[in-house]
């Protein structure tokens, strides 16, 4: 089955800076890679995805990238400020049914 | 205009005495799955609902079920609760076409006296 390994376990950065997390996954016919953003005490909640058949995709400050060939992804983060503190989990589907989860990245955002 | 709904947010129960927890949805998607987190880690898929069709994960203990009795609602028996089930429940749902995001719920932070 489906492994997602993610890292770092925990990320610390200063206000302004960028941050990276980076994922790799087992299974090459997973094609769809959710990200997850969980504040404490609430629900995760998506802020990017990409599918397989593109290898970048951008939203404001946030950007994933793909690397099919390597099986990994990557959640880029710029300009960051205090309220992207959160931990943030990718994610891996092949069939949008069952989906794997990273263990997670506790990200620090230093003012 | 919450679309993934979870009852009740915060749950107390005694050991062994049986509990439900609740989850509905407005997005009419066939697939409902329910999640255990416990603190820093990532969710556990505990099973999930393909229309009517149950997928129970290997790993999960036969003391939780659960029950979907129509599209909308979808419900988590654990039957004799231990010291080790206190944890956040999360429901989720998604499509399962197109490669589309689950959507969470808030949860339900159960806790075991």
């Known amino acids: 089955g489906e492994n997602v390994e993610q890292h770092p376990s925990t990320l610390s950065v200063q206000e302004g800076d960028s941050a990276v997390i980076k994922c790799t996954y087992s299974?090459?016919?997973?094609?769809?890679f959710p990200w997850y953003k969980q504040e404490l005490g609430k629900r995760p909640q998506l802020i990017i995805d990409?599918?397989?058949?593109?290898g970048e995709k951008k939203d404001q400050r946030i950007a994933v990238t793909l690397n099919k060939t390597a099986k990994h992804f990557s959640l880029h983060i710029t300009e960051t400020q205090p309220e992207d503190s959160a931990v943030y989990f990718c994610a891996a589907s092949r069939d949008g049914q069952n989906f794997v989860f990273g263990p997670g990245t506790r990200l620090s955002v230093l003012p | 205009d919450a679309m993934v709904i979870q009852n009740p947010r915060y749950q107390v129960t005694q050991f062994g005495k049986p509990v439900t927890l609740s989850c509905s949805q407005t997005l009419n998607h066939n697939v409902m799955y329910w999640y255990q987190q416990k603190s820093s880690q990532a969710p556990k898929l505990l099973f999930h609902?393909?229309?009517?069709?149950?997928?129970n994960e290997a790993d999960t203990p036969d003391n939780f079920q659960s029950r979907r009795p129509n599209t909308s609602f979808c419900f988590l028996d654990i039957r004799s609760p231990g010291l080790g089930d206190a944890a956040m429940y999360l429901c989720?749902?998604?499509?399962?076409?197109?490669?589309?995001?689950?959507?969470f719920g808030d949860g339900t932070r159960l806790s075991i006296l």
């Open positions: 989720a749902t998604s499509r399962a076409s197109g490669n589309q995001p689950q959507h």
């Open positions: 299974d090459s016919a997973s094609n769809y």
């Open positions: 609902y393909y229309d009517k069709d149950f997928n």
């Open positions: 990409i599918r397989s058949n593109v």
